[in-house]
């Protein structure tokens, strides 16, 4: 395997870790908040996108939007229940609440959509590319596209915009941002449920790449946990530079060692960087 | 730290800690032996089916599995949720010193023991630093890589696990006992789950305890007390490990056989429900929450998805309508009974 499609195979991998972890790092930066069942989410943006393609036979491109509708109206009940949570900025329990939510779409998923693994008909995975002897497909340059797309519009609303403006005020002090007439939990709400349409979006685009189960959701949230912890808690470019450099990792260490250990040598480049360096690769 | 929200602190109303104060120690100690000896009668009271030893010695095991969280999530008040790895650890260990090497429970116990600590230690101390929930992202991120790894290590048997855990055997008066079946492991496990409980309780009591729950309801202060937070932490998630792989330990004898399975979010759930479930904080809690679940999946299954559904809408639901778990009702309800009599 040459250099250059090393290369290509670890952008496409890495754009896909980073689009995994788009929603979570503006739900850290933006509102300091926590979902574990972030993973569940993607699982479940894969797993309507396919049951709308192959069910109600809607071609992929209507039935992405199918699948982040839903996810969205699921994502507004799910945080309606977890307001007061919220504004009481209870991290504990909102780890445990959002890991039990996590646990019960894992189940209901497998109920309505059974157990076998399933496989996303996207037109952009049949399409075969090339570049410099590297092939690969059409599905990874979507992939990549979207990832550069929605980080730099999560950039430029978070940190250039009004609306981007009070979120950060909720962000650094909830009750404070109400005196000023900043309805907190509408933002919370807008937050919570733009990360679980970018989660839903990565499970529609990148889970195409493979076959899809049920339980996916569980270990896909772990690479998105390496791309935040890595790149310092709530850094939203860190996230991009870091889940491309994890990709790129991925495809170097899969050429000389057992893919299987990818993750765990990820893992434990992590603990060392926690070691040396606690706060991530955050600057401040 | 984000701690400060573990719910209200433990007190019972004062009327209730004044009677259970008033109790002099032996009458007590008393109270705690009859206890332990209807929880050893109780299967053969309901029936004495396979069906009911099995699901008590699971009861007897999972509380243990769960009283290792429970050190750390109760008293440290960090949510640890990678005590999967030191579970499936304990078990792993058990089966691969007695179905390679032979060896017997008592030595297998040790080196489950030995092994926990030390995975214990390496993430503890690569954690000290970590604040706010990163310590939950990386815990839960090691349990999950453990599970590929597991799955992937011909050694540790890859997908299939290890089978041919021998039958548990310990050297007694007249030669040895061996238990064959769930009711001849019945005592064994109880045996275990008593003594569990008596470190949590000793552990509640000791300085160890206070100084963690201290460092949970006010790390500024405690720091400012010269208490060294960091120490703390580590010492406390070091303890809670063997716990849990001490259950481990007795479920590869149970099952004679561990597999990858060992590692999956059920467990972790189970681990957390049955600390929340009841109430943080109480002694018998971890054994009261493992009782209500474990009887819900061995006596009244609804089958994978449907149980997965249910054990997370139990504890998404304790958290969000009574974060005091069970007890919290229980006290609500007391105090209502009490304000309309005046």
Redesign the interface.
């Known amino acids: 395997m040459n250099v250059v499609s090393q290369l290509v195979n670890g952008l496409a991998l890495g754009a896909g870790y980073a689009l995994l972890a788009v929603g979570w790092t503006v739900l850290l930066s933006a509102a300091r908040l926590?979902n574990?069942a972030h993973g569940q989410l993607y699982m479940l943006g894969a797993f309507v996108t396919w049951f709308a393609t192959t069910r109600f036979g809607l071609p992929y491109l209507v039935a992405i939007p199918v699948a982040l509708v839903a996810v969205a109206a699921l994502a507004v009940v799910l945080q309606l229940?977890?307001t007061r949570?919220t504004l009481?900025?209870?991290?504990?329990?909102l780890?445990?609440?959002t890991?039990?939510?996590?646990?019960?779409?894992?189940?209901?998923a497998?109920?309505i959509f059974g157990g076998d693994p399933q496989i996303i008909d996207s037109p952009f995975q049949r399409q075969d590319l090339s570049l410099g002897g590297a092939r690969f497909t059409g599905q990874d340059v979507v992939i990549i596209v979207l990832a550069l797309v929605l980080y730099a519009v999560a950039f430029y609303v978070l940190g250039r915009t009004n609306v981007g403006r009070m979120v950060r005020g909720v962000a650094e002090d909830p009750k404070l941002a109400q005196l000023y007439g900043i309805d907190a939990g509408r933002v919370y709400l807008v937050v919570f449920v733009f990360s679980a349409v970018c989660a839903a979006l990565a499970g529609a685009v990148v889970a195409p790449r493979s076959p899809i189960l049920t339980s996916i959701g569980?270990?896909e949230v772990?690479i998105t946990?390496?791309v935040?912890?890595l790149a310092g808690?709530g850094n939203l470019i860190g996230g991009l530079v870091v889940g491309m450099g994890l990709g790129l990792f991925t495809a170097v260490f899969g050429t000389y060692f057992?893919p299987?250990?990818s993750?765990?040598a990820a893992?434990v480049l992590?603990?060392v960087v926690?070691?040396v360096r606690?706060q991530g690769l955050k600057a401040r | 730290m984000?701690?400060a929200?573990?719910g209200t602190p433990v007190d019972a109303p004062p009327s209730a800690a004044g009677n259970r104060r008033g109790l002099p120690g032996a009458a007590r100690a008393l109270g705690w032996l009859v206890l332990v000896v209807l929880a050893y009668l109780l299967p053969t009271l309901l029936g004495g089916s396979d069906r009911i030893f099995a699901t008590v010695v699971l009861i007897a095991i999972f509380a243990m599995m769960s009283y290792g969280v429970d050190i750390v999530l109760s008293y440290l008040?960090e949510?640890s949720?990678g005590h999967t790895l030191f579970w499936a650890a304990g078990a792993y260990t058990t089966a691969l010193v007695t179905v390679n090497a032979g060896w017997s429970p008592l030595p297998a116990l040790l080196a489950s023991v030995a092994v926990t600590t030390v995975l214990a230690l390496?993430l503890g101390?690569?954690?000290?630093?970590?604040?706010?929930?990163?310590f939950?992202?990386?815990t839960?991120?090691?349990a999950?890589?453990g599970?590929?790894?597991v799955?992937?290590t011909g050694a540790l048997g890859g997908s299939d696990g290890i089978v041919g855990v021998p039958v548990f055997e310990l050297p007694a008066v007249d030669g040895t006992y061996v238990a064959r079946t769930n009711a001849e492991l019945w005592p064994i496990a109880l045996v275990f789950l008593v003594l569990v409980v008596l470190l949590v309780a000793r552990f509640r009591r000791s300085r160890l305890g206070t100084t963690a729950l201290m460092a949970q309801m006010n790390g500024d202060l405690a720091t400012a007390m010269g208490v060294d937070v960091r120490r703390t932490r580590v010492l406390v998630f070091v303890l809670s490990a063997p716990v849990t792989a001490l259950a481990g330990w007795l479920y590869a004898y149970q099952r004679s056989y561990v597999s990858p399975d060992l590692l999956s979010?059920t467990f972790?759930?189970f681990m957390?429900?049955a600390v929340?479930l009841p109430g943080r904080r109480l002694l018998l809690g971890p054994l009261v929450g493992a009782a209500l679940l474990t009887s819900q999946q061995q006596l009244a299954s609804l089958g994978?998805?449907?149980?997965?559904?249910v054990?997370?809408?139990v504890?998404?639901a304790a958290?969000?309508l009574s974060?005091d778990g069970l007890i919290g009702i229980w006290r609500a309800a007391v105090q209502r009974v009490r304000g309309n009599r005046r």
């Open positions: 926590v574990f229940l977890m949570l009481d900025q209870n991290i504990v329990s780890m445990l609440v890991l039990a939510f996590g646990y019960l779409l894992q189940g209901g497998g109920l569980f270990e772990i946990f390496l935040v912890v808690i057992p299987a250990y993750t765990a893992f992590l603990l926690l070691v606690p | 984000t701690t929200d573990l008040g949510v949720l390496l101390l690569a954690t000290l630093r970590t604040r706010e929930f990163v939950s992202l990386v839960y991120a090691a999950i890589i599970l590929t790894v799955q992937n979010p972790l759930l957390l429900t929340i994978g998805d449907a149980d997965k559904i054990l997370g809408g504890l998404a958290l969000l974060p």
